[in-house]
């Protein structure tokens, strides 16, 4: 059971910790602002009430004696972008939602963490002497003016192994440790990694059904055929809504393009951006443009029914899979790449600044859950460690690439080794799309493509016809069967990820893989 914090602070503003004091065990108080933690079965539970300043950020340290040459492990805020890693000690590094503590060789390993679904935006340090949990419970970039409502901000918990990835799973299970509605196999095909959004109608998306259900060869499981962005106006840029109608004279009926759709065998999937709207409404937030269109405010009621109504047309025109994207971006103005101390820059906030970010988020997501139904839904830019239960699939990484094979193996590669523990346990993951064009090596795409399908993760496929031959064909179609049939028995382990970032070597059932990331000058540097 894990003990009370040594100590507890509290930021009220944009300032400094305060240190808060405790006449009672297990409450602490400092400038109007009350904190509590309580150990229950599920963990340790940390509530706060915010006083008249409001509250900002909530720290709870223990005392613990870290390793000399541990290596620590985080997660990231939203999808990881290729910077996942083990490293040697750095205190002032932001772990966000869980941290893995283990030696310089690996063997026993300690995890501390925090239940999904939190009421704040949680983060770990770990210096020589402590560990920190740093709850982030600010209303977009200010304090959050909660009144006397007592927040719900996380429940602490922690898990140890004999092994760093057998450590990494067993914190997975207690952070949710929910029964996952049954999803089965996710496998399909996606045109993003050869349209990118432009030059594509009815037919191309039909010819990608047919091509995905030709490599599934019957199997009992039917793979989707998703249509990403493009079938809107402003295709390629990831226009917003109205979602009503497809682009005009091209997708002019959307119902009956999932039914030609699911007349090939394969089963239809959407793309849409939730939060991003091509017409200003009622919904938006005022005097602010995104891109090209005015993001929604997802703490408004009216912008959450415009989200289901979307969700609700989706359904009843027939798509049986729906992505949603964009939406961590369309709230804070950010992506998490470069892997930022926190996902709000200070100053800014939405409509109401009586919830957290956190609680905003969880309410987003469950809208679209409560509104898809048994409809399979896959965030992308979206916080797993909030969505988990509430999105089907989960994105885990930042694009790979039909241009660039570097893209691949930076994000795809790292985000599939260091997100796998959370597989079938917050979701199922997705390290995206395989790609198959001209433009990339197809001898390294179908290693990409081989651990994929071993690994029973989520295996989306982005096949231009021009890069089509007889060993393409027959490479996809060995991996979407096994794929299909839920990869490995035993599934893929990561064998040497405490000493890289893109893990060449994997456990594979019985077997230890090796994999070739490298092209022939190596790894080309990339900048995120």
Same mark, same amino acid.
């Given at each position: 059971m894990l003990s009370l914090p040594d100590s507890v602070h509290v930021m009220t503003g944009d300032t400094r910790p305060h240190t808060a004091a405790s006449a009672t065990e297990g409450v602490w108080t400092v400038r109007g602002a009350q904190v509590t933690a309580e150990p229950t079965p599920d963990g340790l539970r940390v509530c706060a009430r915010a006083?008249?300043?409001? +509250?900002?950020?909530?720290? +709870?340290?223990?005392?613990?004696?870290?390793?000399?040459?541990?290596?620590?492990?985080?997660?990231a805020w939203e999808r990881g972008y290729g910077d996942l890693q083990w490293r040697t000690l750095q205190p002032d590094r932001a772990l966000p939602w869980y941290v893995l503590i283990t030696g310089p060789s690996g063997g026993t390993t300690t995890g501390w963490g925090v239940r999904t679904r939190a009421g704040a935006l949680c983060s770990w340090t770990v210096d020589e002497g402590g560990i920190a949990l740093w709850a982030d419970v600010r209303s977009g970039g200010l304090p959050v003016l909660s009144g006397e409502r007592i927040l719900d901000v996380a429940t602490v918990v922690t898990a140890a192994g004999p092994t760093p990835f057998a450590t990494h799973e067993a914190l997975c299970t207690v952070m949710n440790p929910d029964q996952l509605p049954a999803t089965g196999p996710v496998v399909g095909s996606n045109n993003?990694?050869?349209?990118?959004?432009?030059?594509?109608?009815?037919?191309a998306v039909l010819r990608d059904a047919r091509t995905v259900v030709e490599y599934a060869d019957g199997h009992p499981v039917h793979p989707y055929c998703v249509i990403d962005d493009g079938w809107t106006e402003g295709g390629g840029s990831a226009p917003g809504g109205p979602w009503d109608t497809g682009l005009p004279g091209v997708f002019d009926d959307m119902a009956d393009m999932a039914s030609r759709i699911a007349e090939t065998g394969a089963r239809p999937g959407l793309w849409f951006r939730p939060l991003l709207s091509r017409t200003e409404t009622a919904a938006v937030r005022p005097g602010l443009l995104r891109d090209t269109g005015?993001?929604?405010?997802?703490?408004?009621?009216?912008?959450?029914?415009?989200?289901?109504?979307?969700?609700?047309?989706?359904?009843?025109?027939?798509?049986?899979?729906?992505?949603?994207?964009?939406?961590?971006?369309?709230?804070?103005?950010?992506?998490?790449?470069?892997?930022?101390?926190?996902?709000?820059?200070?100053?800014?906030?939405?409509?109401?600044?009586?919830?957290?970010?956190?609680?905003? +988020?969880?309410?987003?997501?469950?809208?679209?859950?409560?509104?898809?139904?048994?409809?399979v839904v896959i965030g992308c830019n979206t916080v797993g460690h909030l969505s988990?239960?509430?999105?089907?699939?989960?994105?885990?990484?930042?694009?790979?690439?039909?241009?660039?094979?570097?893209?691949?193996?930076?994000?795809?590669?790292?985000? +599939?080794?260091?997100?796998?523990?959370?597989?079938?346990?917050?979701?199922?993951?997705?390290?995206?799309?395989?790609?198959?064009?001209?433009?990339?090596?197809?001898?390294?795409?179908?290693?990409?493509?081989?651990?994929?399908?071993?690994?029973?993760?989520?295996?989306?496929?982005?096949?231009?016809?021009?890069a089509r031959t007889d060993r393409t064909d027959t490479d996809l179609a060995a991996a979407v069967g096994l794929a299909l049939d839920g990869g490995t028995p035993g599934g893929v382990e990561p064998l040497d990820w405490l000493s890289t970032t893109a893990p060449r070597r994997w456990r594979a059932g019985p077997e230890t893989l090796v994999y070739d990331w490298a092209e022939p000058w190596g790894a080309a540097p990339l900048t995120v």
């Open positions: 006083g008249t300043e409001g +509250l900002s950020r909530i720290v +709870l340290r223990w005392r613990h004696s870290t390793p000399e040459g541990a290596r620590i492990l985080g997660d993003w990694y050869y349209a990118y959004g432009r030059g594509f109608g009815p037919d005015f993001p929604l405010d997802p703490s408004l009621d009216l912008a959450l029914e415009t989200v289901a109504e979307d969700v609700t047309r989706f359904r009843r025109w027939g798509y049986e899979l729906i992505k949603h994207d964009f939406s961590t971006y369309d709230v804070f103005g950010r992506f998490a790449a470069g892997s930022p101390a926190e996902l709000a820059s200070p100053g800014w906030s939405l409509a109401d600044r009586s919830v957290t970010s956190a609680e905003i +988020l969880v309410r987003l997501y469950r809208t679209i859950a409560e509104a898809a139904g048994d409809t988990a239960g509430m999105v089907r699939v989960q994105r885990s990484g930042d694009d790979t690439s039909g241009r660039d094979w570097e893209r691949t193996r930076r994000m795809g590669v790292n985000t +599939l080794a260091f997100r796998l523990a959370q597989h079938n346990r917050f979701f199922t993951v997705d390290a995206d799309c395989v790609p198959c064009t001209p433009e990339t090596d197809w001898n390294l795409n179908r290693q990409f493509l081989d651990l994929v399908a071993r690994s029973g993760t989520a295996l989306f496929v982005s096949v231009d016809p021009a």
